[in-house]
């Protein structure tokens, strides 16, 4: 497994070994052992599946309790993703990571506890994977408003995105709660 840098050094893009030929292909996309090796030693507890159009964008999604780090990839299509810090002791709280992640590529990206994440559909569809080392919370999950100028993230959009009601009513990073 190979690890590429992104803007925060917390959240890593990883690129699994894959073996390909005219049958297709194998990749290892989990190994506790070898992510331990990395520095991720996450306890996985739930596996989530979404499929979206193209322009729908989810997110910046987080749960103030019974937080998430998350191990996402796109097993159909690509998208924007994004990781955004909100741990207020932090010395990079308020960072951005970006990258694409895409089924051709088999890129994984690491999201750890304490950060908002969210993505942008760049295909006709995308179908987006996570693990998540916590369970789904309803009532503790918290939307941080995309288009924040205070967060300065380049979505690579034509026109509006396609969001959930509840993505349209997420607060800006300054009136948003976030992690000690």
């Given at each position: 497994?190979?690890?590429?840098?992104?803007q925060?050094?917390?959240?890593?893009?990883?690129?699994?070994?894959?073996?390909?030929d005219?049958?297709?292909?194998?990749?290892?996309?989990?190994?506790?052992?070898?992510?331990?090796?990395?520095?991720?030693?996450?306890?996985?507890?739930?596996?989530n599946?979404?499929?979206?159009?193209?322009?729908?964008?989810?997110?910046?999604?987080?749960?103030?309790?019974?937080?998430?780090?998350?191990?996402?990839?796109?097993?159909?299509?690509?998208?924007?993703?994004?990781?955004?810090?909100?741990?207020?002791?932090?010395?990079?709280?308020?960072?951005?990571?970006?990258?694409?992640?895409?089924?051709?590529?088999?890129?994984?990206?690491?999201?750890?506890?304490?950060?908002?994440?969210?993505?942008?559909?760049?295909?006709?569809?995308?179908?987006?994977?996570?693990k998540?080392?916590?369970?789904?919370?309803?009532?503790?999950?918290?939307?941080?408003?995309?288009?924040?100028?205070?967060?300065?993230?380049?979505?690579?959009?034509?026109?509006?995105?396609?969001?959930?009601?509840?993505?349209?009513?997420?607060?800006?990073?300054?009136?948003?709660?976030?992690?000690?």
């Open positions: 497994m190979q690890v590429i840098a992104t925060h050094p917390e959240v890593l893009l990883l690129r699994p070994r894959v073996f390909g005219a049958r297709g292909f194998f990749l290892e996309s989990y190994n506790r052992k070898a992510f331990a090796g990395l520095g991720i030693d996450a306890e996985f507890v739930q596996d599946h979404s499929r979206s159009a193209k322009n729908v964008l989810r997110g910046l999604h987080y749960q103030i309790r019974q937080p998430q780090g998350k191990l996402v990839r796109v097993v159909a299509g690509e998208v924007f993703d994004v990781a955004v810090d909100l741990r207020r002791s932090s010395p990079h709280f308020g960072r951005i990571a970006t990258m694409r992640l895409s089924a051709d590529t088999h890129e994984m990206a690491w999201i750890p506890v304490g950060f908002a994440h969210g993505f942008l559909v760049l295909s006709e569809h995308a179908e987006f994977l996570y998540t080392t916590d369970y789904y919370a309803p009532e503790f999950e918290r939307s941080l408003l995309w288009s924040d100028p205070a967060l300065n993230i380049a979505w690579p959009l034509d026109g509006e995105p396609l969001l959930s009601a509840k993505d349209q009513a997420a607060l800006p990073l300054t009136e948003c709660e976030v992690f000690v």
